[in-house]
């Protein structure tokens, strides 16, 4: 579990975290959005403990890492966005100092580092140098690292960032198995990696988070779409008392007549049904994922 409490973090006049509060739950894939310099990677480092805040807390499974920060990072796996290897290294040797490093006990190193090499599915360049490995290699090298101590949490900042399709599939099933166990977070500007991995979105925009939302339920638009062989004069006498309507391309887009309300379909399919309108389908309008995040960085939300 990842909390966050009222952060805020200012670099001499700018503010670059302001006022943030989130708390995650074990199982989630949480992903952080937003424009480069919205303030990602700084509510991470604020996680994580490498900086501190001006003000706010924050905690890693109830521990309060400005507090105690080594029983915080205990249970916390961190792979920054500028990976933390030696390149010089075999695999196995930088998994090794890694180990020792976080203190994990020399009796159980072993099994540590090879648990996470066969996760990472490393087994077979584990000899190898980091220095010889490609761009994904090295990425699943970094990964590695973070879970050597099987952490509770997990933060990622671009985990896929440079990879090619093939390596983005691998680091995404990665973190799907590893969200089995952990809570993930996850950073990015790219919409198609959180609808493919994510559950639940934070969007964030000038230091301030502005959305908060499971992401199903910000798949689904406000308004609803019907199909129906019925007259066009009944369906909008029956349903126009409870919703607005507009008729496109032959089907209807319904509305709520309360503000900041969703479409309510089975409100809808009662006064339809007592109508005797013909109901073909009627289903949520689903939303363009990269127009809203487009939006709400740019302001529009």
């Known amino acids: 579990m990842l909390k966050a409490d009222n952060l805020t973090r200012t670099y001499d006049t ?29 509510v991470m480092k604020l996680l994580t403990g490498f900086i501190e ?35 010089e290294l075999s695999v196995v040797d930088y998994l090794w100092f890694s180990a020792t490093a976080r203190g994990i006990p020399s009796e159980r190193r072993r099994e540590c580092v090879e648990r996470a090499v066969r996760d990472t599915d490393l087994t077979d360049r584990a000899m190898d140098n980091i220095g010889t490995l490609s761009r994904g290699f090295q990425q699943r090298v970094g990964v590695a690292q973070a879970i050597l101590h099987q952490p509770g949490a997990l933060i990622l900042d671009e985990p896929t960032n440079g990879l090619d399709p093939s390596q983005t599939q691998h680091m995404r099933e ?63 006498t029956a349903v126009e008392p409870i919703a607005t309507v507009q008729k496109i391309d032959g089907r209807y887009l319904l509305g709520s007549r309360e503000e900041d309300s969703k479409c309510d379909i089975p409100a809808i399919v009662r006064e339809l049904v007592a109508k005797e309108i013909e ?18 960085s740019e302001g529009g939300i």
């Open 53 to 87: 805040p001006n003000s706010g807390n924050t905690f890693v499974d109830g521990i309060n890492v400005q507090e105690s920060p080594v029983a915080a990072r205990a249970n916390l796996g961190y792979l920054p966005e500028n990976r933390p290897l030696y390149r």
């Open 279 to 296: 109901v073909n389908s009627i289903e949520p309008e689903k939303r363009d994922l990269e127009a809203l995040f487009r939006s709400v």
């Open 14 to 42: 700018v503010v670059a975290v302001d006022d943030v509060s989130f708390e995650t739950s074990p199982g989630e894939i949480v992903g952080l959005l937003g424009h480069n310099g919205a303030g990602k990677t700084t």
């Open 174 to 236: 990665l973190i799907r198995d590893m969200a089995k166990e952990s809570t993930v977070m996850l950073s990015t500007h790219i919409m198609q990696e959180v609808e493919a991995i994510c559950n639940r979105v934070l969007i964030m925009r000038d230091g301030m988070i502005v959305v908060d939302e499971f992401l199903e339920n910000l798949k689904e638009g406000d308004r609803c779409w019907l199909r129906s062989g019925s007259d066009d004069a009944d369906i909008r």
